[in-house]
């Protein structure tokens, strides 16, 4: 028999998967004529994907799929779950996602893998087939998966993974949200203050950057299990940003992203960093304020009403690699088991 792994990516409005690495991503401009890619370019600005809009509910913690109970508020990974069975795989279909985002927090891709189990006189599907199989069986919905990779027996979408990137947006010198063009709604971070001290935050972020004991800014959730709170902060970087329909829109607002890069977060880590990294800038924390925050190692000890609302966050990209080298297509590994298929998707 055969066993390949394979990893695929997604985008849309909603995406789960399981057995194949997938990466999901869904549109919350679709609607207004936005689309969205695996690596939505940024400064495109029309590439998008959201899991905290109405239609399909988030990635959660702790429980990925939404509880029958709670449907027809169906999950990405319900949607995705849905398509998988109408291949008519032998084997019960469960996917596992590689990171999950809380209410309101959007994804612009995101990836899961699945086992397909063929009969013996079905060979398995090749990686593009699978890709139009999927999105053909999502029909309508706003899913699509991007691309699938095979991968071995013992890929895991979640525990493979190299590092996962979040990319926060702000936008100062919003007095209300109804300043926001509707393109930018539910889709970053708009307050008052129009003068940020740039320079501090850069500071400030840097002292973020290595490894420390993040407890400070892990958010304290009884749902969750107790997670190491030493983390590797690889990048904490504040560059310009721009809007998603800067050519259409007659006001120029100063949009600023806040990029975070590890293998792994703590719950709401990045919202309490940014939120940090933001009072900061506006002179409402100094630097070694936020050095002492950081060594305190408590999470009580983190100001009440600091954390950056969800709305503004991405997940824009999970990394994985093999014997130091990427996991991709042209990779070419397969290998040789059973009737079963391991697929790695990106949506």
Known sequence: GLVCSSFFSVYGRAAAAAGVRLSVCRSSLSSRGGTVTQN????????????GETGAAPWRPG????PPQQLPAKGIQNYLEDAVRKLRPLNPVSLSVSSRTDTGVHALSNSAHFDL?????????????????LNYHLGTEEIRVTHAHRVPDNFHARYCARSRTYVYRIAPGISHPTMLPLTEHNLCWGFCNTELDIGAMHEAAALLVGTHDFSTFRAVSSDLPFKNPVKTLEVADIRPGASFCLSHFHRTIPFW????????????????????????GQGRLSVSQLKDLLEAQDSNAYP????????????TRVDYMDSGEEVTVSSGKCWIRKVTQRSLFTY
């Open 257 to 280: 992203e806040l990029t975070f890069r590890s293998k792994s977060f703590l719950y709401r880590q990045v919202r309490r960093m940014t939120g940090a990294l933001v009072a900061v």
């Open 63 to 66: 429980a990925v799929r939404v």
């Open 304 to 315: 009440q009403g600091l954390t950056a609302p969800p709305q503004g966050l991405f997940l």
């Open 117 to 133: 189990q063929r009969k013996k006189d079905q060979p398995p599907f090749t990686e593009d087939i699978l890709v139009k199989a």
């Open 40 to 51: 939505g370019s940024w400064k495109h600005g029309r590439r998008i994907t959201t899991t």
